[in-house]
């Protein structure tokens, strides 16, 4: 056996070994991601319905929505480029329809991820052993193959690359709009927290497995009580509240008609026998 074959061998043993652990090591990166992620959709829902409950933005529910929170970035920043920059623009729902179609489209990926995994594995690809006598099938069994693969292989190639742009689109709107809620929050440490979220939060995505939004969620939630970039408020005066006085009521007055003339009793004739005198009665 010379060194090629001996190289060779100890690679196999070793992806064996890999993909042996890869299933576990899978499960463990999934449980860490999740314990990050559920703390930090906590803290950035605190903190985007205080801010927005106390600007006076309406429907500050949506905060607590996975997909549609970012409506409600997307509203922070609009208010803040209205108000302070004089600035009209649509952001909350452009990081709508981005993340709504980002996620769609994920899901997909994933989708067709799982079921060209099960093909490989019902047709026993995943086993190392079967694949080093792949070189021996024919070539009706390589046709097969590449028929059941051809859908999942398709439909992952037609979600992943829309899905991938949308991401980045989603991410470059959504630290747009981060900025803005931090100029609003504190004009003068924005620079600084601007820069923490991308370096701070990219490096920990990468080297830790860790989601991207932890760290502008924690910053979010120290500054959902500052306004500091946004114009004071008019104090609201108290209006004491003077008695109405009352109307007077309306005099209706009837129409003015000629008196009805007086019908005059007409005498009633008397009969004969009450006109004879009392005399002539007697004889």
């Not at 959504?174 to 929050?185: A, E, M, P, R, T």
Request: proline content about 6%.
């Amino acid at each position: 056996m010379n060194e090629m074959e001996q190289y060779l061998e100890q690679y196999l043993e070793r992806f064996e070994q890999l993909m042996d652990n890869s299933l576990l090591t899978t499960v463990i990166d999934y449980g860490i991601s999740m314990l990050f992620m559920i703390p930090a959709f906590v803290l950035m829902a605190i903190a985007l319905h205080c801010m927005a409950r106390r600007r006076g933005i309406y429907h500050t529910w949506t905060a607590w929505v996975p997909v549609a929170n970012a409506w409600m970035v997307g509203c922070l920043s609009d208010q803040y480029r209205a108000v302070v920059l004089d600035q009209r623009s649509n952001r909350r729902k452009s990081l709508l329809w981005l993340n709504l179609g980002r996620t769609v489209l994920t899901a997909l990926v994933s989708v067709f991820a799982a079921i060209f995994l099960i093909r490989l594995w019902k047709m026993g690809l995943l086993d190392l052993q079967n694949l080093e006598s792949l070189e021996q099938i024919d070539e009706e069994t390589a046709l097969a193959i590449l028929e059941q693969m051809a859908v999942p292989l398709f439909g992952l190639l037609l979600c992943s690359i829309p899905a991938a742009v949308l991401s980045v689109l989603y991410y470059i709107t959504f630290y747009k709009s981060l900025s803005d809620i931090y100029k609003s929050c504190d004009p003068h440490r924005a620079r600084l927290l601007m820069i923490l979220s991308l370096a701070v939060g990219l490096g920990a995505s990468l080297a830790m497995g860790l989601p991207i939004m932890v760290i502008p969620a924690v910053f979010l939630f120290l500054c959902r009580h500052r306004d500091w970039g946004m114009p004071l408020r008019e104090p609201i005066t108290e209006v004491i509240a003077q008695p109405v006085p009352e109307a007077e009521p309306e005099v209706y007055c009837l129409p003015q008609t000629e008196p009805a003339e007086e019908i005059m009793e007409e005498p009633m004739e008397e009969s004969a026998e009450e006109s004879v005198p009392a005399s002539e009665t007697e004889n």
